[in-house]
């Protein structure tokens, strides 16, 4: 299907949209990759400590080489839940959106909301998860969603208050995961150029879908079989195309999302590693990178203008124990959580390609998250 086919699908129920989701896309739209910008200006790493005795932020100051040097640490005011290389079996438990960070308090069962002034983070809210377990969040302009673990799997939602600088949970608005109990959610994720909301179930092999109205509620969920085993980490286009890695079979799955919340495979390709856990995509769109935990590597992919992906290398850098990752606001740099406590940095180079820049230590054990800016 040609680009141009699959933009004039979404156009008219974008033209249908109120004011609200107008504004929200225009606040949501990704920064273009390295495409657009031969420099990355300063900015910053943030990652979760996920402690259960008090859940804080870490921050980082990055400089325009990428370079980390840390900064402080700020409590969200909620707890975490545990130690060890992965507890909380998520992506996106930490998510920066429009000078905000929101990060899930697995351990007290809510999110916390933080405004963001270069490295210094301000505690502003913190709100009920509406459910147990808390372990992924999205931010869509004035809109969050928070996908629950434990118990009854569920998501919740919430009105972003900017001006007010509250996050206000929207009433009646918990929905159930289809795959319930055995669900196990890896996370949740609005796709940027459409109404339309994903979770991934590790436990059940399945991607959920729901139709977010313009009042900010999803409908749903719709479930669709993941065409690889243990569906994890996922990141959506700009062109609408879900690309979501299969930590079980070792693959890397694109689909088309389209109305109806309908989910339509377009390709899957073996990465020949294990675990590949986390996914992330450059802002334009064009490159995908895996974190392959069980065999300590980062793999990088191509992602074509049909939402076809290919393989460019499977051990595009050796990582040990990678466990998330996160891009730079034009995708200038790569920046993956290791076990052991530590946050290697690369560079991304015009063709797809990783270079080292450093390392920083002294993650406690149990952090979970990361985001970067």
Not at 71 to 85: D, E, M, R, S
Not at 287 to 311: E, F, H, K, M
Request: hydrophobic share 40%.
């Amino acid at each position: 299907m040609e680009p141009s086919m699959k933009s004039n699908r979404f156009f008219p129920r974008t033209a249908r949209r109120n004011f609200i989701f107008a504004i929200t896309a225009a606040l949501s739209l990704p920064t273009m990759a390295w495409a657009d910008s031969d420099s990355d200006p300063a900015g910053a790493v943030f990652v979760m400590s996920n402690q259960p005795t008090g859940n804080a932020v870490l921050a980082y100051s990055r400089d325009a080489n990428g370079q980390l040097a840390y900064q402080a640490t700020y409590p969200t005011g909620g707890k975490g839940a545990g130690t060890g290389a992965d507890p909380l079996g998520s992506q996106g438990a930490l998510v920066l959106s429009s000078g905000f960070l929101f990060a899930v308090n697995a351990g007290s069962n809510d999110v916390s909301m933080f405004k963001v002034e270069g490295t210094k983070l301000t505690l502003l809210d913190r709100e009920p998860s509406g459910g147990q377990r808390p372990v992924s969040v999205t931010v869509k302009g004035f809109i969050a969603y928070v996908v629950n673990a434990g118990g009854t799997a569920s998501i919740s939602g919430y009105f972003v208050d900017g001006f007010g600088k509250r996050l206000v949970p929207l009433p009646n608005s918990l929905r159930p995961v289809a795959g319930g109990a055995s669900a196990q959610p890896g996370q949740i994720g609005f796709a940027p150029e459409s109404d339309e909301l994903l979770v991934t179930e590790k436990g059940t092999q399945l991607i959920d879908t729901y139709h977010v109205d313009p009042a900010g509620y999803a409908k749903g969920p719709v479930q669709h079989a993941s065409i690889g085993v243990t569906p994890f980490g996922f990141s959506v286009t700009r062109r609408g195309y879900a690309v979501v890695a299969a930590a079980g079979s070792g693959s890397v799955a694109s689909y088309d999302i389209e109305r109806n919340q309908d989910l339509t495979l377009i390709s899957n390709v073996p990465l020949g590693q294990m675990a590949p856990c986390w996914l992330v995509t450059t802002g334009d769109g064009r490159y995908a990178y895996t974190a392959n935990a069980g065999s300590s590597t980062i793999s990088s992919l191509r992602v074509n203008a049909d939402g076809t992906t290919q393989l460019i290398n499977p051990t595009a850098a050796a990582v040990s124990t990678p466990l998330d990752l996160a891009l730079s606001a034009n995708s200038k740099f790569l920046y993956v959580r290791q076990g052991g406590g530590a946050v290697s940095g690369f560079s991304v180079s015009p063709d797809g390609s990783l270079n080292p820049i450093g390392a920083v230590t002294g993650l406690p054990p149990g952090a979970q998250g990361i985001a970067a800016r």
